[in-house]
């Protein structure tokens, strides 16, 4: 299947995990990819691994909390492969754990800065541009920690993640007419680093998804890119504002 065969994909937060498994499944399916991160390291391992697939990518390093930075990688992105089609907002970090009264000002403020504003100023500038060059589709990762479920000690990513959601709604409403698509997926546990409790091995946490998650796995990479790519394709052309969950049922 080649969905995407011609189109230009940028993906943020593509050095590792979901962000790299979104990269290669857009790539597979005959995107170009625009791999976008803070770490020039792990991008280039992604694009490594596109081109080793045969397929197109580029790696362009970036901080989502830089508007300049990011309006400089739509520039880029559609520079390199002629222009941008889909853009996957994924970069996240998870950071201040603990009670809400124990969280430190600096944790929450750049945990928002970058799971939230971060996912604001990309949508800005990858709406600015596709608004004006025949629309495009745009997926935001958020999680099912924050609009659909709460857990104890983890106020600033819950947070964060719930604004994504809401954030998604908003500009879905405000872009649709402009024909920019806007949905998210939130994924629950996946097989991803950021899944993993502070000391947590692979195999723990495949113990402990068993009793804590009603599907008894975590996601794997591959099942919630399959998610995103289903969003950014013309069969979802009428789904617009939506929040995909894909955690297994631990929200249900």
Same mark, same amino acid.
């Given at each position: 299947?080649?969905?995407?065969?011609?189109?230009?994909? !940028?993906?943020?937060?593509?050095?590792?995990?979901?962000?790299?498994?979104?990269?290669?499944?857009?790539?597979?399916?005959?995107?170009? $990819?625009?791999?976008?991160?803070?770490?020039?390291?792990?991008?280039?391992?992604? $694009?490594?691994? $596109?081109?080793?697939?045969?397929?197109?990518?580029?790696?362009? =390093?970036?901080?989502?909390?830089?508007?300049?930075?990011?309006?400089? !990688? $739509?520039? #880029?992105?559609?520079?390199?492969?002629?222009?941008?089609?889909?853009?996957? %907002?994924?970069?996240?970090?998870?950071?201040?754990?603990?009670?809400? @009264?124990?969280?430190?000002?600096?944790?929450? /403020? =750049?945990?928002?800065?970058? +799971?939230?504003?971060?996912?604001?100023?990309? *949508?800005?500038?990858?709406?600015?541009? *596709?608004? /004006?060059?025949?629309? @495009?589709?745009?997926?935001?990762?958020?999680?099912?920690?924050?609009?659909?479920?709460?857990?104890?000690?983890?106020?600033?990513?819950?947070?964060?993640?719930?604004?994504?959601?809401? !954030?998604?709604?908003?500009?879905?409403?405000?872009?649709?007419?402009?024909?920019?698509?806007? +949905?998210?997926?939130?994924?629950?546990?996946?097989?991803?680093? *950021?899944?993993?409790?502070?000391?947590?091995?692979?195999?723990?946490?495949?113990?402990? *998804?068993?009793?804590? %998650?009603?599907?008894?796995?975590?996601?794997?990479?591959? #099942?919630?890119?399959?998610?995103?790519?289903?969003?950014?394709?013309?069969?979802?052309?009428?789904?617009?504002?939506?929040?995909?969950?894909?955690?297994? @049922?631990?929200?249900?």
């Amino acid at each position: 299947m080649d969905r995407f065969t011609g189109k230009t994909v !940028l993906v943020t937060g593509a050095g590792s995990g979901l962000g790299r498994a979104i990269a290669l499944a857009f790539a597979a399916e005959g995107a170009s $990819v625009v791999a976008a991160g803070r770490t020039a390291a792990t991008l280039d391992e992604t $694009v490594g691994l $596109v081109e080793a697939a045969g397929g197109t990518a580029a790696a362009v =390093t970036v901080d989502v909390t830089d508007s300049d930075r990011l309006r400089d !990688l $739509v520039r #880029e992105s559609v520079t390199r492969f002629g222009g941008l089609d889909i853009a996957v %907002n994924n970069a996240g970090i998870l950071r201040g754990s603990g009670p809400v @009264g124990d969280v430190s000002e600096e944790d929450w /403020d =750049t945990v928002l800065r970058t +799971n939230v504003t971060g996912v604001w100023l990309a *949508m800005k500038h990858e709406i600015a541009h *596709m608004k /004006d060059n025949g629309g @495009g589709a745009i997926v935001n990762i958020a999680s099912n920690l924050g609009a659909h479920r709460r857990v104890p000690n983890a106020a600033a990513y819950i947070t964060s993640k719930a604004a994504v959601s809401a !954030l998604t709604r908003a500009a879905a409403l405000d872009h649709i007419h402009q024909g920019v698509r806007i +949905n998210a997926v939130s994924p629950g546990a996946s097989a991803a680093p *950021m899944s993993l409790r502070p000391g947590e091995t692979e195999a723990g946490r495949t113990e402990r *998804m068993k009793s804590e %998650n009603p599907l008894g796995r975590v996601a794997e990479a591959g #099942e919630v890119a399959a998610a995103v790519l289903y969003l950014a394709s013309p069969a979802a052309g009428a789904v617009v504002g939506a929040d995909l969950v894909v955690d297994g @049922g631990a929200s249900a």
